[in-house]
Protein backbone atom coordinates (compact mmCIF):
# COMPACT_ATOMS: atom_id res chain seq x y z
CA UNK A 1 0.00 0.00 0.00
CA UNK A 2 1.46 3.44 -1.13
CA UNK A 3 2.50 5.32 2.10
CA UNK A 4 1.09 9.02 2.69
CA UNK A 5 4.44 10.11 2.71
CA UNK A 6 4.84 8.90 -1.51
CA UNK A 7 1.58 9.72 -2.02
CA UNK A 8 2.22 13.29 -1.08
CA UNK A 9 5.53 13.21 -3.20
CA UNK A 10 3.55 12.40 -6.40
CA UNK A 11 1.09 14.75 -6.00
CA UNK A 12 3.98 17.38 -5.44
CA UNK A 13 6.09 16.10 -8.44
CA UNK A 14 3.24 16.16 -10.55
CA UNK A 15 2.58 19.43 -9.56
CA UNK A 16 5.93 21.01 -10.47
CA UNK A 17 6.30 19.31 -13.86
CA UNK A 18 2.38 22.02 -14.90
CA UNK A 19 2.99 23.77 -17.86
CA UNK A 20 2.93 27.60 -16.74
CA UNK A 21 5.49 26.68 -13.98
CA UNK A 22 7.96 29.47 -13.50
CA UNK A 23 10.87 28.76 -15.44
CA UNK A 24 14.59 28.53 -14.22
CA UNK A 25 15.19 31.71 -15.97
CA UNK A 26 12.22 33.50 -14.48
CA UNK A 27 13.35 32.70 -11.14
CA UNK A 28 17.29 33.76 -11.50
CA UNK A 29 15.88 37.12 -12.84
CA UNK A 30 13.51 37.66 -9.81
CA UNK A 31 16.41 36.84 -7.66
CA UNK A 32 18.63 39.41 -9.64
CA UNK A 33 16.36 41.85 -9.00
CA UNK A 34 16.09 41.14 -5.42
CA UNK A 35 20.00 41.31 -5.42
CA UNK A 36 19.37 45.00 -6.69
CA UNK A 37 16.78 46.26 -5.25
CA UNK A 38 17.26 45.02 -1.67
CA UNK A 39 20.10 47.10 -1.06
CA UNK A 40 18.48 50.20 -2.55
CA UNK A 41 15.58 49.79 -0.07
CA UNK A 42 16.78 47.88 2.90
CA UNK A 43 19.76 49.62 3.82
CA UNK A 44 18.93 53.10 3.98
CA UNK A 45 16.59 51.77 6.55
CA UNK A 46 18.74 49.51 8.66
CA UNK A 47 20.75 52.02 8.95
CA UNK A 48 19.30 54.58 9.65
CA UNK A 49 17.71 52.73 12.71
CA UNK A 50 20.72 51.09 13.62
CA UNK A 51 22.11 55.36 14.15
CA UNK A 52 18.97 56.43 15.96
CA UNK A 53 19.55 53.14 18.38
CA UNK A 54 22.97 54.14 18.81
CA UNK A 55 22.04 57.96 19.98
CA UNK A 56 22.51 58.57 23.71
CA UNK A 57 18.56 58.92 24.54
CA UNK A 58 18.11 55.62 22.50
CA UNK A 59 20.08 53.59 24.16
CA UNK A 60 19.05 55.23 27.77
CA UNK A 61 15.49 54.15 27.03
CA UNK A 62 16.68 50.56 25.56
CA UNK A 63 18.77 49.84 28.83
CA UNK A 64 16.24 51.68 31.25
CA UNK A 65 13.78 49.84 34.20
CA UNK A 66 10.50 50.84 31.82
CA UNK A 67 12.29 49.01 28.58
CA UNK A 68 11.42 45.24 30.01
CA UNK A 69 7.37 46.33 30.25
CA UNK A 70 7.45 47.88 27.01
CA UNK A 71 9.25 44.82 24.97
CA UNK A 72 7.00 42.37 26.94
CA UNK A 73 3.78 44.37 25.54
CA UNK A 74 4.99 44.60 22.60
CA UNK A 75 5.35 41.11 21.95
CA UNK A 76 1.96 40.68 23.62
CA UNK A 77 0.25 42.59 21.37
CA UNK A 78 2.17 40.85 18.14
CA UNK A 79 0.47 37.77 19.48
CA UNK A 80 -2.79 38.79 19.69
CA UNK A 81 -2.04 41.20 16.31
CA UNK A 82 -1.29 37.16 14.69
CA UNK A 83 -4.51 35.74 16.23
CA UNK A 84 -6.34 38.19 14.40
CA UNK A 85 -4.68 38.49 11.18
CA UNK A 86 -5.49 34.70 10.80
CA UNK A 87 -9.10 35.35 11.18
CA UNK A 88 -8.41 37.18 7.38
CA UNK A 89 -5.28 35.93 6.65
CA UNK A 90 -3.83 32.48 7.98
CA UNK A 91 -0.75 31.21 7.32
CA UNK A 92 -2.20 28.26 5.18
CA UNK A 93 -2.67 29.94 1.60
CA UNK A 94 -2.37 27.46 -1.23
CA UNK A 95 -2.93 27.83 -5.00
CA UNK A 96 -6.54 26.01 -5.84
CA UNK A 97 -5.26 22.88 -7.71
CA UNK A 98 -3.38 22.00 -3.63
CA UNK A 99 -6.67 22.73 -1.92
CA UNK A 100 -7.91 19.98 -3.92
CA UNK A 101 -5.37 17.75 -3.61
CA UNK A 102 -3.75 18.24 -0.18
CA UNK A 103 -7.20 19.09 2.14
CA UNK A 104 -9.95 17.16 0.15
CA UNK A 105 -8.62 14.06 -0.04
CA UNK A 106 -8.55 11.38 2.43
CA UNK A 107 -5.06 12.23 3.55
CA UNK A 108 -4.88 13.70 7.08
CA UNK A 109 -4.15 17.43 7.08
CA UNK A 110 -1.92 17.43 9.36
CA UNK A 111 0.58 15.47 7.13
CA UNK A 112 -0.86 17.50 3.72
CA UNK A 113 -0.60 21.06 5.38
CA UNK A 114 2.50 20.73 7.16
CA UNK A 115 4.87 22.40 5.23
CA UNK A 116 3.47 25.06 4.03
CA UNK A 117 2.56 26.19 7.64
CA UNK A 118 6.00 25.67 8.39
CA UNK A 119 7.39 27.05 5.75
CA UNK A 120 5.12 30.59 7.00
CA UNK A 121 6.10 29.54 11.00
CA UNK A 122 9.23 30.07 9.48
CA UNK A 123 9.10 33.54 8.21
CA UNK A 124 7.57 34.79 11.89
CA UNK A 125 10.35 32.99 13.48
CA UNK A 126 13.02 34.57 10.81
CA UNK A 127 11.47 37.97 11.65
CA UNK A 128 11.44 38.32 15.22
CA UNK A 129 15.13 37.27 15.52
CA UNK A 130 16.61 39.70 12.76
CA UNK A 131 14.58 42.46 15.35
CA UNK A 132 16.29 40.71 18.24
CA UNK A 133 19.49 40.59 16.58
CA UNK A 134 19.10 44.30 15.85
CA UNK A 135 18.16 45.36 19.06
CA UNK A 136 21.37 42.93 20.68
CA UNK A 137 23.33 43.50 18.25
CA UNK A 138 23.02 47.32 18.94
CA UNK A 139 23.51 46.92 22.75
CA UNK A 140 26.38 44.71 22.31
CA UNK A 141 27.94 47.14 19.98
CA UNK A 142 27.71 49.94 22.45
CA UNK A 143 29.10 47.87 25.33
CA UNK A 144 26.01 47.80 26.89
CA UNK A 145 25.44 43.72 26.79
CA UNK A 146 27.30 40.60 26.29
CA UNK A 147 27.22 38.73 23.64
CA UNK A 148 26.31 35.96 25.26
CA UNK A 149 23.13 37.73 26.79
CA UNK A 150 22.13 38.98 23.60
CA UNK A 151 22.25 35.35 22.12
CA UNK A 152 19.92 34.53 24.53
CA UNK A 153 17.84 37.01 24.00
CA UNK A 154 17.46 35.53 20.12
CA UNK A 155 16.62 32.51 21.12
CA UNK A 156 14.08 32.88 23.10
CA UNK A 157 12.58 34.95 20.73
CA UNK A 158 12.49 32.48 18.29
CA UNK A 159 11.07 30.35 20.64
CA UNK A 160 8.73 32.73 21.25
CA UNK A 161 8.05 32.92 17.64
CA UNK A 162 7.13 29.65 17.21
CA UNK A 163 4.30 30.23 19.95
CA UNK A 164 3.57 33.36 17.40
CA UNK A 165 3.12 31.05 14.54
CA UNK A 166 0.55 28.79 15.93
CA UNK A 167 -1.47 31.56 17.27
CA UNK A 168 -1.63 32.81 13.58
CA UNK A 169 -2.83 29.21 12.92
CA UNK A 170 -5.35 29.15 15.64
CA UNK A 171 -6.68 32.25 13.77
CA UNK A 172 -7.40 30.92 11.08
CA UNK A 173 -8.51 27.37 12.26
CA UNK A 174 -11.48 28.49 14.65
CA UNK A 175 -14.24 30.31 13.91
CA UNK A 176 -13.68 34.57 13.95
CA UNK A 177 -15.53 35.10 16.69
CA UNK A 178 -13.12 32.93 18.83
CA UNK A 179 -9.90 34.44 17.61
CA UNK A 180 -11.61 37.40 17.99
CA UNK A 181 -12.22 37.08 22.12
CA UNK A 182 -8.69 35.07 22.16
CA UNK A 183 -6.77 38.02 20.77
CA UNK A 184 -8.35 40.39 22.65
CA UNK A 185 -7.54 38.42 25.67
CA UNK A 186 -4.05 38.11 24.91
CA UNK A 187 -4.34 42.17 23.62
CA UNK A 188 -5.96 43.13 27.46
CA UNK A 189 -3.12 41.11 29.43
CA UNK A 190 -0.33 42.94 27.74
CA UNK A 191 -1.67 46.61 28.37
CA UNK A 192 -2.09 44.94 31.75
CA UNK A 193 1.27 43.64 32.03
CA UNK A 194 2.55 46.82 30.76
CA UNK A 195 0.03 48.83 32.97
CA UNK A 196 1.03 46.86 36.38
CA UNK A 197 4.26 45.77 38.12
CA UNK A 198 4.59 42.31 38.54
CA UNK A 199 2.08 40.81 35.85
CA UNK A 200 3.84 40.46 33.15
CA UNK A 201 6.41 38.29 35.20
CA UNK A 202 4.03 35.03 34.61
CA UNK A 203 3.05 35.74 31.13
CA UNK A 204 5.14 33.88 28.39
CA UNK A 205 5.99 37.49 26.69
CA UNK A 206 7.08 38.80 29.76
CA UNK A 207 9.68 35.89 29.73
CA UNK A 208 10.88 36.81 26.76
CA UNK A 209 11.32 40.54 27.93
CA UNK A 210 12.63 39.22 31.36
CA UNK A 211 15.63 38.79 29.15
CA UNK A 212 16.08 42.34 28.00
CA UNK A 213 17.97 44.23 28.46
CA UNK A 214 20.94 41.33 27.18
CA UNK A 215 23.11 41.52 30.12
CA UNK A 216 21.50 40.03 32.68
CA UNK A 217 21.51 36.25 34.15
CA UNK A 218 22.63 33.75 31.28
CA UNK A 219 19.42 31.16 32.36
CA UNK A 220 15.97 31.11 34.02
CA UNK A 221 13.23 28.82 35.06
CA UNK A 222 11.29 30.86 33.13
CA UNK A 223 13.42 29.84 29.75
CA UNK A 224 12.58 26.53 30.10
CA UNK A 225 9.11 26.90 30.49
CA UNK A 226 8.88 28.85 27.23
CA UNK A 227 10.60 26.26 25.87
CA UNK A 228 8.23 23.38 27.09
CA UNK A 229 4.90 25.74 25.84
CA UNK A 230 6.76 26.09 22.05
CA UNK A 231 6.59 22.15 22.09
CA UNK A 232 3.25 22.01 23.17
CA UNK A 233 2.30 25.07 21.02
CA UNK A 234 3.80 22.55 18.03
CA UNK A 235 1.93 19.74 19.43
CA UNK A 236 -1.09 21.48 18.96
CA UNK A 237 -0.76 22.72 15.59
CA UNK A 238 -1.69 19.04 13.89
CA UNK A 239 -5.40 19.20 15.30
CA UNK A 240 -5.46 22.81 14.69
CA UNK A 241 -4.67 21.45 10.72
CA UNK A 242 -7.04 19.22 10.78
CA UNK A 243 -9.33 22.03 12.12
CA UNK A 244 -9.12 24.13 9.19
CA UNK A 245 -12.56 24.04 6.89
CA UNK A 246 -12.24 23.07 3.10
CA UNK A 247 -14.70 25.77 2.14
CA UNK A 248 -12.05 28.38 3.74
CA UNK A 249 -9.50 27.19 1.47
CA UNK A 250 -11.10 27.24 -1.30
CA UNK A 251 -12.20 30.93 -1.15
CA UNK A 252 -9.10 32.22 0.31
CA UNK A 253 -7.23 30.25 -2.69
CA UNK A 254 -9.25 32.30 -5.13
CA UNK A 255 -9.16 35.43 -3.79
CA UNK A 256 -5.32 35.37 -3.23
CA UNK A 257 -5.38 34.20 -7.14
CA UNK A 258 -7.93 36.66 -8.58
CA UNK A 259 -5.44 39.23 -6.56
CA UNK A 260 -2.13 38.01 -8.21
CA UNK A 261 -3.92 37.88 -11.67
CA UNK A 262 -5.01 41.80 -10.72
CA UNK A 263 -1.86 42.59 -10.10
CA UNK A 264 0.67 41.35 -12.56
CA UNK A 265 -2.39 42.96 -15.16
CA UNK A 266 -1.04 46.18 -13.22
CA UNK A 267 -4.64 46.81 -11.15
CA UNK A 268 -3.09 46.63 -8.03
CA UNK A 269 -6.07 48.81 -6.82
CA UNK A 270 -8.20 46.49 -7.77
CA UNK A 271 -5.93 43.39 -6.45
CA UNK A 272 -6.03 44.85 -2.66
CA UNK A 273 -9.65 45.70 -3.23
CA UNK A 274 -10.04 41.64 -3.65
CA UNK A 275 -8.32 40.97 -0.46
CA UNK A 276 -9.88 43.70 1.93
CA UNK A 277 -11.44 42.47 4.81
CA UNK A 278 -15.29 42.04 4.35
CA UNK A 279 -17.44 43.20 7.27
CA UNK A 280 -18.25 40.89 10.27
CA UNK A 281 -20.96 42.70 12.90
CA UNK A 282 -22.92 45.65 12.66
CA UNK A 283 -24.99 44.61 9.63
CA UNK A 284 -27.94 45.46 11.48
CA UNK A 285 -26.25 48.78 12.38
CA UNK A 286 -28.04 52.28 11.22
CA UNK A 287 -25.19 54.16 9.14
CA UNK A 288 -27.13 57.20 7.91
CA UNK A 289 -28.50 59.04 11.03
CA UNK A 290 -29.62 62.95 11.09
CA UNK A 291 -28.18 66.15 12.04
CA UNK A 292 -25.61 68.06 10.00
CA UNK A 293 -24.03 67.26 6.61
CA UNK A 294 -20.45 66.86 8.58
CA UNK A 295 -22.10 64.53 11.49
CA UNK A 296 -24.32 62.62 8.72
CA UNK A 297 -21.20 61.74 6.65
CA UNK A 298 -18.46 61.31 9.64
CA UNK A 299 -21.20 58.46 11.29
CA UNK A 300 -21.68 56.72 8.48
CA UNK A 301 -17.82 56.37 7.41
CA UNK A 302 -17.00 55.18 11.23
CA UNK A 303 -19.86 52.70 11.28
CA UNK A 304 -18.43 51.36 7.91
CA UNK A 305 -14.92 51.33 9.25
CA UNK A 306 -16.41 49.73 12.77
CA UNK A 307 -18.11 47.10 10.48
CA UNK A 308 -14.61 45.37 9.62
CA UNK A 309 -13.05 45.36 13.73
CA UNK A 310 -10.07 43.87 13.38
CA UNK A 311 -9.06 46.17 10.34
CA UNK A 312 -10.16 49.16 12.38
CA UNK A 313 -8.47 48.16 15.22
CA UNK A 314 -4.92 47.52 13.09
CA UNK A 315 -5.05 50.93 11.40
CA UNK A 316 -5.70 52.67 14.25
CA UNK A 317 -2.73 50.64 16.56
CA UNK A 318 -0.42 51.18 13.34
CA UNK A 319 -1.75 55.02 13.41
CA UNK A 320 -0.67 55.85 16.61
CA UNK A 321 2.84 53.71 16.49
CA UNK A 322 3.59 55.68 13.08
CA UNK A 323 2.54 58.73 14.84
CA UNK A 324 4.98 58.05 17.80
CA UNK A 325 7.38 57.11 15.14
CA UNK A 326 7.19 60.30 13.14
CA UNK A 327 7.41 62.50 16.45
CA UNK A 328 10.29 60.93 18.21
CA UNK A 329 12.43 60.95 14.59
CA UNK A 330 12.44 64.58 14.53
CA UNK A 331 15.52 64.26 16.90
CA UNK A 332 17.46 61.13 15.95
CA UNK A 333 20.27 61.02 13.57
CA UNK A 334 19.20 60.29 9.79
CA UNK A 335 15.39 60.60 11.50
CA UNK A 336 14.66 61.64 8.26
CA UNK A 337 14.77 58.06 6.75
CA UNK A 338 12.70 56.55 9.44
CA UNK A 339 9.95 59.45 8.98
CA UNK A 340 9.19 58.23 5.80
CA UNK A 341 8.51 54.71 6.49
CA UNK A 342 6.34 56.33 9.58
CA UNK A 343 4.52 58.54 7.02
CA UNK A 344 4.23 55.07 4.52
CA UNK A 345 2.87 53.40 8.21
CA UNK A 346 0.49 56.03 8.41
CA UNK A 347 -0.68 56.10 4.68
CA UNK A 348 -1.32 52.29 4.86
CA UNK A 349 -2.89 52.60 8.55
CA UNK A 350 -5.58 55.23 6.96
CA UNK A 351 -6.91 52.94 4.71
CA UNK A 352 -9.43 51.39 6.90
CA UNK A 353 -10.62 55.03 7.37
CA UNK A 354 -10.58 56.73 3.60
CA UNK A 355 -13.10 53.93 1.59
CA UNK A 356 -15.21 57.39 2.01
CA UNK A 357 -13.08 58.64 -0.82
CA UNK A 358 -13.39 55.93 -3.01
CA UNK A 359 -17.05 56.40 -2.69
CA UNK A 360 -16.84 60.04 -3.94
CA UNK A 361 -14.37 58.95 -6.99
CA UNK A 362 -17.35 56.60 -8.05
CA UNK A 363 -19.80 59.15 -7.27
CA UNK A 364 -18.07 61.70 -9.56
CA UNK A 365 -18.58 59.72 -12.54
CA UNK A 366 -22.10 58.32 -11.43
CA UNK A 367 -25.63 60.71 -12.29
CA UNK A 368 -25.68 63.24 -9.31
CA UNK A 369 -28.13 61.28 -6.80
CA UNK A 370 -26.20 63.00 -3.36
CA UNK A 371 -27.24 66.40 -3.93
CA UNK A 372 -23.64 67.36 -2.76
CA UNK A 373 -20.52 68.14 -5.79
CA UNK A 374 -17.84 66.05 -5.93
CA UNK A 375 -15.15 67.91 -4.02
CA UNK A 376 -17.87 68.21 -1.48
CA UNK A 377 -17.93 64.79 -0.79
CA UNK A 378 -14.23 64.76 -0.49
CA UNK A 379 -14.29 67.36 2.20
CA UNK A 380 -16.90 65.04 3.96
CA UNK A 381 -15.33 62.13 3.69
CA UNK A 382 -11.81 63.66 5.19
CA UNK A 383 -13.61 64.28 8.31
CA UNK A 384 -13.24 60.64 9.73
CA UNK A 385 -9.86 60.39 8.83
CA UNK A 386 -8.89 63.35 10.39
CA UNK A 387 -10.43 63.39 13.51
CA UNK A 388 -9.14 59.99 13.91
CA UNK A 389 -6.05 61.14 12.78
CA UNK A 390 -6.29 63.88 15.36
CA UNK A 391 -6.91 60.91 18.25
CA UNK A 392 -3.43 59.09 16.65
CA UNK A 393 -1.91 62.42 16.98
CA UNK A 394 -2.61 63.00 20.96
CA UNK A 395 -2.42 59.01 22.09
CA UNK A 396 1.25 59.01 20.37
CA UNK A 397 1.99 61.96 22.41
CA UNK A 398 0.69 60.57 25.79
CA UNK A 399 2.89 57.54 24.91
CA UNK A 400 6.06 59.64 24.37
CA UNK A 401 5.40 61.70 27.59
CA UNK A 402 4.69 58.33 30.46
CA UNK A 403 7.61 56.75 28.40
CA UNK A 404 9.62 59.73 28.32
CA UNK A 405 10.78 60.73 25.19
CA UNK A 406 10.97 64.31 24.11
CA UNK A 407 8.48 64.86 20.98
CA UNK A 408 8.00 67.79 17.91
CA UNK A 409 4.49 67.75 17.14
CA UNK A 410 3.90 69.99 14.68
CA UNK A 411 6.01 67.77 11.83
CA UNK A 412 3.58 64.92 13.25
CA UNK A 413 0.31 67.13 12.13
CA UNK A 414 1.74 68.21 9.03
CA UNK A 415 2.46 64.90 8.08
CA UNK A 416 -1.03 63.52 8.72
CA UNK A 417 -2.96 66.25 7.27
CA UNK A 418 -0.68 65.87 4.28
CA UNK A 419 -1.13 61.74 4.09
CA UNK A 420 -5.03 62.52 4.36
CA UNK A 421 -4.78 64.56 1.38
CA UNK A 422 -2.77 61.83 -0.34
CA UNK A 423 -5.48 59.25 0.16
CA UNK A 424 -7.87 61.91 -1.18
CA UNK A 425 -5.76 62.10 -4.83
CA UNK A 426 -4.80 58.19 -4.79
CA UNK A 427 -8.93 57.70 -4.98
CA UNK A 428 -9.31 60.25 -7.24
CA UNK A 429 -6.47 59.66 -9.86
CA UNK A 430 -8.76 57.41 -11.67
CA UNK A 431 -7.65 54.02 -13.73
CA UNK A 432 -4.11 52.97 -14.86
CA UNK A 433 -3.79 55.21 -18.66
CA UNK A 434 -3.13 53.01 -21.12
CA UNK A 435 -0.05 54.96 -22.87
CA UNK A 436 1.84 53.60 -19.71
CA UNK A 437 1.36 49.89 -21.04
CA UNK A 438 3.23 51.58 -24.12
CA UNK A 439 6.06 49.12 -24.33
CA UNK A 440 9.68 50.65 -23.95
CA UNK A 441 12.72 48.30 -25.26
CA UNK A 442 15.81 48.71 -23.81
CA UNK A 443 18.92 46.64 -23.77
CA UNK A 444 17.73 45.66 -20.27
CA UNK A 445 14.59 44.77 -21.44
CA UNK A 446 11.14 46.13 -21.25
CA UNK A 447 10.92 48.58 -18.69
CA UNK A 448 7.05 49.45 -18.78
CA UNK A 449 6.59 47.90 -16.37
CA UNK A 450 8.10 50.15 -14.11
CA UNK A 451 6.11 53.25 -15.22
CA UNK A 452 3.46 50.94 -14.15
CA UNK A 453 4.98 50.22 -11.49
CA UNK A 454 5.44 54.13 -10.58
CA UNK A 455 2.09 54.92 -11.17
CA UNK A 456 0.36 52.36 -8.96
CA UNK A 457 2.88 53.07 -5.99
CA UNK A 458 3.01 57.04 -6.63
CA UNK A 459 0.83 57.93 -3.93
CA UNK A 460 2.57 55.85 -0.94
CA UNK A 461 6.18 57.33 -2.72
CA UNK A 462 4.92 61.07 -2.14
CA UNK A 463 3.84 60.31 1.76
CA UNK A 464 7.37 59.18 2.00
CA UNK A 465 8.70 61.82 0.69
CA UNK A 466 6.01 64.05 2.70
CA UNK A 467 7.51 61.92 5.82
CA UNK A 468 10.97 62.74 5.02
CA UNK A 469 10.57 66.59 4.19
CA UNK A 470 8.88 67.22 7.17
CA UNK A 471 11.36 66.21 9.32
CA UNK A 472 14.00 67.83 7.17
CA UNK A 473 12.25 70.86 7.03
CA UNK A 474 12.58 71.14 10.87
CA UNK A 475 11.21 74.69 11.33
CA UNK A 476 7.70 75.75 10.72
CA UNK A 477 8.47 77.88 8.63
CA UNK A 478 9.85 75.09 6.56
CA UNK A 479 7.39 73.21 7.24
CA UNK A 480 4.53 75.71 6.41
CA UNK A 481 6.11 75.82 3.14
CA UNK A 482 6.08 72.40 2.64
CA UNK A 483 2.27 72.20 3.14
CA UNK A 484 1.88 75.35 0.83
CA UNK A 485 3.55 73.58 -2.28
CA UNK A 486 1.67 69.98 -1.80
CA UNK A 487 -1.57 70.96 -0.61
CA UNK A 488 -2.69 72.30 -3.83
CA UNK A 489 -1.09 69.47 -5.78
CA UNK A 490 -3.10 66.82 -3.73
CA UNK A 491 -6.32 68.67 -4.09
Known amino acids: MTSTRERLAVLRRAYRARGDRR ?6 YNLYLTALAAPLVAFPIVR ?4 ALHSPPALAALVGPASVPVVGAGLGLTLAGLTWLGALYG ?5 PAFVRLLADTDLPRHRTLARPFATKATIIVAMLVVIAVLFGGVLVDAGAASLASAARFTVLSAVFGVVAAVAWLLGQAVAPRVSGLVGGLIAVLSVLGLMVPGVGAVLPWGWVAAAWPPAGESFALTDLTLILLAVVAVAA ?18 RWRAAGTAALSGDVAHALGGLRARPSVGRRWRAVRGGSSAALFLV ?13 T ?11 MVAVTTSLPAGWVLAGLGAALTYLALGVLTDGFRHAADAAAAPPVYGYTTPSLFVRHGLAPLLVAVAALLAGIGAA ?3 GIGVRVLPVAVVLLLVVLIRAYDSAKGPLPVLLLTPILTPFGDLSSLNVSLWQADALL ?20 LTLILQPAMT
Open 462 to 481: IAVVVGALAVAAGSPVGLLV
Open 300 to 312: RDMVAAARTPVRL
Open 314 to 324: VGIVTLVGASL
Open 23 to 28: SASDVA
Open 237 to 254: GGPLLDLLRSGRLVEDAA
Open 91 to 95: PIILE
Open 401 to 403: IVL
Open 48 to 51: AVVL
